[in-house]
């Protein structure tokens, strides 16, 4: 058995000042391998892979690669070694070529010049090795993130060769490019190389992997085969007790009775969206699915002013409002969680109180500041409620884990007292127990009274907290699912019933 | 943490910087700290250092907030040669010392104005739409001087200059008290926090539904007040409006002591006081090296080497490794303890 590990970690600590990150994880990857490497934001996921690749220095235990004991020092010297990475955001050069990027810093040259003609035939052979035949002149971000990512993956093998880390590859990609992103997993694994995958889909984990190791709090929970660990057991091991069975709640009365609190009509922006009605009554989460690009970011947008519609009006309670700026929606209790965090969410290095407490500030205005108790009591109250993990409120938001980050944002609105929330993808990126969490939530605000809309990609999760589903294609809105019809089944059919009528047409 | 012990741990660097040049300059000029009254004012080496220092520190204020919007101001140093060249002609037709201050105030303000319009409504990037006034602005000053040096003779406005308050020259007492009221002012109300969260992610801030262009342009204009308030009192030292060199360079020597006091160039976290010591630091080292008697074509590169240094010294990875060092001979000063017991 030992000959067949390419990669043994054995006994990794890694301490942190005022906590251990790594308690003595042991961890072996086989050759020909894919390894899925699991467990809550936190975990201790990113610190054993940066342990692996010399990002951090570990205070304790031995990488063994090949059986030989390694100590890389950065990234880099990890990579001669024959241990290559791709992290979820794409680091290569999207204004350098497809070939340059492949060959960057090993660029065939004579001369010292780079002889490009030869360099580009190199890049089409070693891309066609994974059935990819684009043009290799054109500049990298040309390209979709699919594209890139194949790229930033083939030029880590071709480099390292021997162990390929992926960190959450498939995180924005869409169905049809994760099942070419899996054929070339498989395609590397064939060729011996060992893989870490890690990713956030457990659906994934089943299609692609072999084993699967599970940290939890920074030690090592277990590591088992795939085919042997049913799905239930695995999110037991992540999380340490049961999650709650997402299924269908009981349906909330019909609310036909209750005015609607806000009505759209006409709304839209050419080129952005196309003109919707839209009516949202109060304790109602309305549900929005669509493909990547179908409109859904746009109307959220649009709904909180941060593109002003070019037709049709917004009622709040039957008078008229205008929604020209994200300061006008909020003087109508609008609140909105955009689905990219880091650009438009969180200000990195703004402590978790002055995170919580600043569209609050902002709406109350410069000159009526809150006072340091006020901000602290709002940041432990929201701390508490939304459960939000920290050592200390004054840590920057920037060093919490993605789930943390976005309650912190919810915190951020909830502090605002708002009567309308838009949560645009509430729950992509976050670990498995931090998504029940903020799925409750949804529900409970919606107890209260709050109208939501709610965007998400997941259906299973539209399907258990909306009491209407709204399906969006190309920029429109295209059908609408209410009580018993809301199911993934429909949802599914109804984006494919629009794509067929468009065919048609 | 107790909010005084932070702010004191946020100004330590600077500190121990401002206290190690003087220091310094002491070995090579004893005489240095010694101060003397005459006629109910102080005079010394010290005082002269906190005077010729008003005009940096003013500036870097302003410069401090524009920065920590993620921004720059170029043209602090051209706007100074125009306040300064307002207020003379001012003072020359004879209006009163209140209309000329405001007068030079208000074009200030202007200036800022157009600064942050070009920078918030147009988004051009800050170090470009400043740089239209720090090439222009000394044109317009010289129109408004007609090209001559403009002297005056107001009693009043030389008084801002080199008149003195409660034992300190002026410009001092201006400085500090406006240096710390704008702190007061920043720190006391939201607008810290507000500038804080639009420099560190303007995106995000805008959601959040922070008045951005406003903010913005706020910024650009306090940067312009301050520039017209240095521009004042550098005039009416000279007793004269001269376009050509007046403020010449500052911005560079303003931007040097935001830096110097700490807040990055990449916007965000701000302290208008580390600022403040930072203009200080730059004041004590040329006035050091006039001191030292160094011919003065090394000065300018004496200065950059003392700059460099402090800036290294404040590195994060000069901090780390400090922080190391500390804990090691810590940790051998402990073994050694307990060998001896």
Known sequence: MERTDILAAQGVLKTFPGSVALDRVDFSLRRGEVHALLGENGAGKSTLIKCLTGAYQRDGGVILLDGAPIDPRDPLEAQKLGIGTVYQEVNLLGNLT??????????????????????????????????????????????????????????????????????????????????????????????????????????????????????????????????????????????????????????????????????????????????????????????????LGSGRTETAELLFGVHAADSGKA????????????????????????????????????????????????RRGWARPLSRAEQNALADKYIAALDIRTTDREKPIRLLSGGNQQKVILARWLATNPEFLILDEPTRGIDVGAHAEIIRLIEKLCEDGLSLLVISSELDELVAYSTRVLV????????????????????????????????DA | MNPAVSLLRRLTPQLVALVLILFLIWLVFPSFFS?????????????????????????????????????????????????????AASSVRGDPLAVTLLLAAATGLACGVWNGFLVSVFNIQPIIATLVLMVAGRGIAQLVTEGAILTFVDPALIFIGSGSFAGLPMPVVIWIVFGLCVAVLLRRTALGLLIEAVGINRRASTLAGVNTPVLLMAAYMLSGLCAAIAGVIVTADIRGADANNAGLWLELDAILAVVVGGTSLL????????????????????TGILLSGFPPEFNLIIKAGIVVVILVVQSPHVETGFSIFLQRADRSGSTEKKQAA
């Open chain 1, 472 to 503: 969006l294609r190309d920029k429109r809105h295209v059908a609408e699912l209410t009580g018993e019809d809301i199911t993934t089944t429909h949802i599914v059919d109804a984006i494919a019933a629009a794509g067929a009528a468009r065919s």
């Open chain 2, 35 to 87: 101060l003397t009254v005459q006629n109910g004012r102080l005079y010394g080496s010290l005082v002269d250092v906190l005077n010729r220092g008003a005009p940096v520190a003013l500036l870097a204020v302003g410069m401090t907030v524009v920065i920590a919007t993620k921004g720059i101001d170029l043209s602090v140093g051209a706007v100074m040669a125009i306040c300064g060249a307002v207020a």
């Open chain 2, 267 to 286: 916007g965000g976290r701000f302290s208008v006081v580390a600022s403040l010591i930072g203009a200080l630091i730059i004041q004590a080292v040329n």
């Open chain 1, 315 to 362: 009622t709040v309670n039957g008078a008229d409002v205008t929604l020209s700026s994200p300061r006008a929606a909020i003087a109508q209790r609008f609140g909105f969680c955009p689905e990219d965090r880091k650009v438009d969410g969180i200000v990195g290095d703004l402590s978790i109180r002055e995170n919580i407490a600043l569209a609050l500030q902002a």
């Open chain 1, 98 to 291: 497809v070939a340059e990027n492949l060959f960057l810093g090993r660029q065939p040259g004579r001369f010292g010049l780079v002889r490009t003609a030869e360099m580009n035939r190199r890049a089409r052979a070693l891309l066609a090795g994974y059935g990819l035949a684009i043009n290799v002149g054109a500049s990298l971000d040309t390209y979709s993130v699919a594209v890139q990512q194949v790229v930033a993956i083939a030029r880590a093998a071709d480099v390292s060769g021997k162990v390929l880390i992926l960190d959450e590859p498939t995180a924005s990609l869409d169905a049809r490019e994760v099942e070419m992103l899996f054929e070339i997993v498989r395609k590397l694994k064939a060729r011996g190389l060992g893989i870490v995958f890690i990713t956030h889909f457990l659906e994934q984990v089943y299609q692609l992997t072999d084993r699967i190791t599970v940290l939890r709090n920074g030690r090592l929970i277990a590591t088992r085969e795939t085919a042997a660990l049913p799905r239930k057991e695995l999110v037991t091991l992540m999380l340490g007790h049961e999650l709650q069975e997402a299924e269908r709640p009981v349906r909330h009365a019909p609310q036909e009775a209750v005015a609607e609190r806000y009505r759209f009509e006409g709304f839209g922006r050419s080129g952005k969206i196309e003109p919707f009605d839209l009516g949202i009554r109060p304790g109602e989460v309305v549900g929005m699915a669509g493909l």
